[in-house]
């Protein structure tokens, strides 16, 4: 069955960085695109970004634009979420998840699959 574990969360101070990974295994990696869910706690799931196929697009949520970067690696089965100048409002719980569509259908959060979650806590 479909398996994406993530890692790479933890706690960290504003301003600092963090990089999760999301590990992908039954499924061919390649015919899915790739991306980051996260949810804040009181709040909805909301869209962080999303990567193509091959990895040659990439969507981001206007909140995060400009500090994360989303990349792949196909060889691995492996999509990777850098982040960088972290806020107190990225505090949320990140879900890795992949889907058949692109953007904007990937937004929608329908058909994919989902990562268990990696908690990452920004403190003042």
């Known amino acids: 069955q479909v398996q994406l574990v993530e890692s790479g969360g933890g706690l960290v101070q504003a301003g600092e960085s963090l990089r999760l990974s999301c590990a992908a295994s039954?499924?061919?990696?390649?015919?899915?695109?790739m991306g980051w869910f996260r949810q804040a706690p009181g709040k909805e799931r909301e869209f962080v970004s999303v990567i193509s196929w091959s990895g040659g697009s990439t969507h981001y949520a206007d909140s995060v634009k400009g500090r994360f970067t989303i990349s792949r690696d196909n060889a691995k089965n492996t999509v990777y979420l850098q982040m960088i100048g972290l806020k107190l409002e990225d505090t949320a719980v990140y879900y890795c998840?992949?889907?058949?569509?692109?953007?904007?259908?990937?937004?929608?959060?329908?058909?994919?699959?989902w990562g268990q979650g990696t908690q990452v806590t920004v403190s003042s």
């Open positions: 039954g499924l061919t990696f390649t015919n899915y695109v």
């Open positions: 998840a992949a889907g058949r569509d692109y953007y904007p259908n990937f937004v929608t959060g329908k058909n994919n699959y």
